[in-house]
């Protein structure tokens, strides 16, 4: 799907999410109107016929629509509708928190008009602690003991308070005495526990209200009424935290909220960086703490609870333990503590402790079970919130990284000024990496030495020393990258800077900038990353260092300075090249010939008349075969070998990659391919059967002595294998320019694209149907195709207008680190196009005296064109029209300079195997430049 259909099609569902949520809302603004106005009927005792009110469904509808506006805003799409957007989104949350609030008002006025008709009743009972008895020995039943009578049905401290205050209850207070107080207090707790866990049933509610004595009756509902209030505070809880999108705002909310609700001294929220094992309080508006602070995963209460998720409640002065006494005092911060109630906010999706609440000294007594459940749901909404908000930024902080990443790719592909896009790429680096200082050094392969290109520090500017030497000249010399957290207790770091600029290292990130080849050619450093908790630089009391992400995002920002100045180095040593050549249109002609113009737009292929197939001819006798160990060897000439043998040979190296038993090959039809393939090859200086033969050759040394065996299928081989025999089948002598400019009958037949490659891949299919050459009978009609279509691919794809398109493939692949896969048809292909191709380009990869055979000959055929060219009054190229010795040495120092070692180099990456290849091409180029220099000094 294209862009703008993508655009359209999430357009749309945001129309339609938009039009259902504006649904939603008015249904649910009609409901909690329709509650309002019949509260008073329900107080009263009337029923009511409340509408279904679907919060979960309302809840999807919203996450649905915030989804889709986030993709738009992440993919940078601009919404016309944002400020609609936006204000929907506001109201179905508001929408939420009002159903949840009439939910709430409906449950309490069922509990009042329930108050009421209990009230109605009369009394029952006389005892107010009777009376208080037995709703504890029935909200509490785990404290019933077996016995009889009254007091043996309850656990002997409950027996024993509640036995005292009966005894006094003629002098008890308003309150109902001292013992049923404390039941009081006991029955707070269990109805706000419950309430909060969600846990509490209506008939132990019911048998709460169901207290007869006046006394306890007052006492009864000031607690519940403490239990609404506690309910209303944690429901605005919610609310309060639901509009916050930053982390430390919302930390900041959390820890308000916590003074507020639990009434305590002293309060830390800490934050877990499970990468660092660290746990980081980041400080608070308080005076206690406002730089911040961490503890290690596993140090002191809070690091325990990480560890082992869990409330604890402590009072400091009842605990005997002395262990416990020193893990109190690592957390406080000038305060004595009296008690201590710590929990964990945990990610309940993923199982995930996101952070902790730590709470120090409760005002009025130590910490109750409702003090940990109020905490349990505290910390529940506070995971809520952290999860979003932690998931926000890091989205957030994705995109403001590819986004400066996309800003450099930019920058480095349309700016031509290196010194401009250094720059560009040191200020991305201080946005992304938030660090103090970044440098970039050069390396200077002539001294040995690193050398400041880019600094902050002024003092440093034209600073040299060793590689070696230091961080950034070990990185230099290894080319590892290294994330260092204290500089200074690094055997490998040099503060000769440090003492020289007063300035101090804490933390380093370095990275090497490295050619095609793996060497460092620059080095990428970043000093002193800025610390969250207190801003300082270097922060010498937290343990701060660079992040992984930080790692990379500089290592990507490090691969394109080092595209960037790959390709000044190729432009500068292009540009000598045409300079010192003195001829600029004869360097012009020399690349279009090699590099080519052009696009491959058609794969049109062509049909052979019936008069040209051949009935099944014998095989010629073979009096050679070679081992393989003399085939599988980059020194195998077979320039000493007849056509004849070249033939043999052919079959010979099918056997030994076994394509014949794995296809199930007819043998005999096999020989009549090779040998009509041979007939349609024509007399050729240059492109005739032995290149062919060479070709397959060096398919066949590619397959059989590097790796590109364990990455491709034997099908993919066996498409290479005949491609390569057949890739210039058919061959006139004359390339593609001459044929569309004589207008050419395969020129019209192909509409001038890849003329004679789509000759070439045709006449061989064609072929290969003839039943007298259909050598893969047993092969399936799909397995055809397949083959057929890997096959054509890699001969089209020896056109050389798409050779630089195939280069910047492969060095994209190198750039990312990217390997061939081999479950990958597409990579796999791409390896087939590039193997064929290179073979095809490949003479200055072989033995000197073999390569300088083929030069002689690619010469000659150029020579005979154009000469054509210039008898008819064609445009013709310089360089093909010269046949000096000068000519020929130029012709190949450049061929090897620009066309064949770059995308041998770039092979060599994947198939390190070429070694025996690339010293062959370094010793043809230095023989080729011998030449000249003697052809250059025999005509002087």
Not at 32 to 48: C, F, K, L, T, V
Not at 186 to 204: A, K, N, P, Q, V
Request: net charge negative; glycine share 4%; aromatic share 6%.
């Amino acid at each position: 799907m294209n862009d703008d259909a993508e655009v359209q099609q999430l357009r749309r569902r945001l129309s339609v999410a938009l039009r259902e949520c504006q649904n939603y809302h008015s249904r649910l603004q009609a409901t909690i109107e329709y509650i309002a106005e019949r509260q008073s009927s329900w107080a009263a005792g009337g029923g009511h016929d409340q509408k279904s009110i679907d919060i979960d469904a309302i809840r999807t509808r919203r996450l649905e629509l915030e989804a889709i506006a986030a993709r738009l805003k992440i993919d940078g799409i601009a919404d016309d509708d944002a400020e609609t957007t936006a204000s929907a989104i506001a109201r179905m949350r508001l929408a939420e928190e009002e159903c949840r609030v009439a939910e709430l008002r409906k449950q309490l006025e069922a509990q009042r008009r329930e108050i009421l008709r209990l009230k109605s009743q009369g009394s029952r009972r006389n005892s107010p602690v009777s009376d208080l008895d037995s709703i504890v020995t029935d909200l509490f039943p785990e404290r019933r003991v077996s016995g009889s009578g009254d007091n043996a049905t309850m656990a002997p401290a409950i027996v024993t308070r509640l036995s005292q205050s009966s005894t006094a209850s003629s002098s008890v207070n308003d309150d109902g005495g001292e013992g049923a107080q404390k039941t009081l207090d006991e029955i707070f707790d269990y109805i706000s526990t419950r309430m909060l866990r969600g846990t509490l049933t209506e008939s132990m509610f019911v048998r709460v209200l169901s207290v007869n004595n006046a006394k306890n009756k007052t006492g009864v509902f000031k607690q519940l009424f403490r239990v609404l209030r506690l309910y209303q505070r944690i429901v605005r809880i919610s609310q309060d935290l639901g509009h916050q999108t930053e982390t430390r705002a919302a930390l900041s909310r959390i820890e308000d909220i916590v003074y507020d609700v639990m009434e305590v001294q002293l309060v830390n929220i800490y934050l877990c960086d499970r990468k660092r094992n660290m746990i980081e309080c980041l400080g608070s508006a308080h005076d206690h703490c406002s730089t911040g602070f961490n503890v290690k995963v596993g140090e002191g209460v809070v690091g325990t609870v990480v560890e082992n998720p869990g409330i604890v409640n402590v009072t400091y002065d009842d605990s005997d333990d002395v262990k416990l006494k020193d893990l109190l005092s690592v957390e406080y911060r000038g305060i004595k503590v009296n008690s201590m109630l710590v929990g964990p906010i945990a990610d309940e999706s993923s199982d995930t402790i996101l952070g902790v609440i730590q709470c120090f000294n409760k005002k009025n007594g130590p910490f109750n079970s409702t003090d940990e459940v109020i905490l349990e749901q505290i910390a529940k909404q506070a995971a809520n919130i952290l999860t979003t908000t932690l998931r926000f930024q890091e989205e957030k902080k994705r995109q403001d990284r590819n986004d400066v990443l996309m800003d450099i790719v930019k920058t480095v592909h349309t700016n031509d000024d290196i010194d401009e896009i250094i720059s560009k790429v040191v200020e991305a680096s201080y946005r992304v990496v938030h660090c103090d200082r970044v440098s970039l050094f050069m390396i200077d392969p002539s001294t040995n030495e690193l050398w400041f290109k880019v600094s902050k520090d002024a003092s440093a500017a034209g600073f040299r020393f060793p590689i070696g030497k230091g961080i950034a000249g070990f990185v230099a010399s290894s080319g590892e990258s290294l994330n260092i957290v204290d500089a200074y207790k690094d055997d490998r770091f040099s503060s000769v800077l440090d003492r020289q600029s007063n300035y101090q290292t804490r933390t380093i990130l370095c990275i090497p900038i490295c050619n095609f080849k793996g060497k460092p050619v620059a080095v990428l450093q970043c000093i002193n990353k800025y610390c969250m908790l207190c801003d300082k630089v270097p922060c010498l009391e937290h343990q701060v260092q660079f992040e992984d992400s930080d790692l990379e995002i500089m290592q990507t920002f490090a691969r394109e300075v080092a595209s960037a100045l790959q390709r000044k180095a190729q432009e500068s040593s292009f540009q000598q090249a045409m300079d010192m050549d003195g001829n600029r249109s004869h360097m012009k002609d020399y690349i279009r010939q090699f590099i080519g113009g052009g696009n491959n737009v058609s794969k049109r292929r062509m049909a052979l008349t019936s008069d040209q197939t051949t009935p099944e001819i014998e095989w010629p006798v073979i009096s050679v075969k070679a081992e393989a160990s003399e085939l599988c060897d980059w020194t195998f000439d077979y320039f000493t070998k007849t056509s004849d043998e070249q033939l043999g040979l052919s079959e010979h190296i099918f056997d030994i990659l076994e394509l014949i038993t794995t296809f199930r090959i007819n043998r005999t039809r096999l020989r009549n391919f090779f040998v009509e393939v041979r007939k349609l090859y024509k007399d050729n200086p240059y492109h005739n059967f032995q290149h062919a033969f060479s070709v397959l050759h060096m398919v066949f040394l590619f397959v059989t002595t590097t790796s590109a065996k364990t990455m491709l299928t034997r099908a993919d081989i066996l498409a290479l294998t005949v491609g390569a025999i057949g890739h210039d089948v058919g061959h006139p002598g004359m390339n593609n320019d001459f044929l569309i400019n004589t207008e050419h009958e395969l020129a019209v037949r192909y509409n001038d694209a890849s003329v004679l490659e789509n000759h070439h891949a045709a006449t061989v299919c064609q072929l290969m149907r003839q039943e007298n050459c259909d050598f893969l009978p047993e092969m399936t009609r799909q397995q055809r195709q397949e083959l057929r279509k890997c096959m054509v691919e890699a001969i089209l794809h020896t056109d050389q207008s798409l050779h630089k398109s195939m280069l910047d493939n492969l060095m994209t692949k190198i750039n990312t680190n990217q390997t061939i896969n081999r479950d990958s048809p597409a990579d796999r292909q791409m390896l087939v196009n590039n193997i064929l191709h290179c073979s095809d380009i490949g003479n200055p990869c072989l033995p000197v005296h073999m390569s300088q055979e083929w030069a002689k000959a690619i010469q000659q055929e150029f020579y005979q064109q154009a000469t054509r060219e210039k008898a008819m009054g064609l445009p013709y190229a310089a360089f093909m029209a010269n046949d000096s010795e000068e000519a020929l040495a130029t012709l190949q120092i450049n061929f090897i300079n620009y066309v064949v070692s770059p995308i041998w180099k770039a092979m060599h990456e994947f198939l390190p195997e070429l070694t025996v290849a690339m010293n062959n091409m370094a010793a043809n180029k230095a023989a080729w430049e011998q030449a000249k220099e003697k052809a250059k000094a025999a005509t002087d």
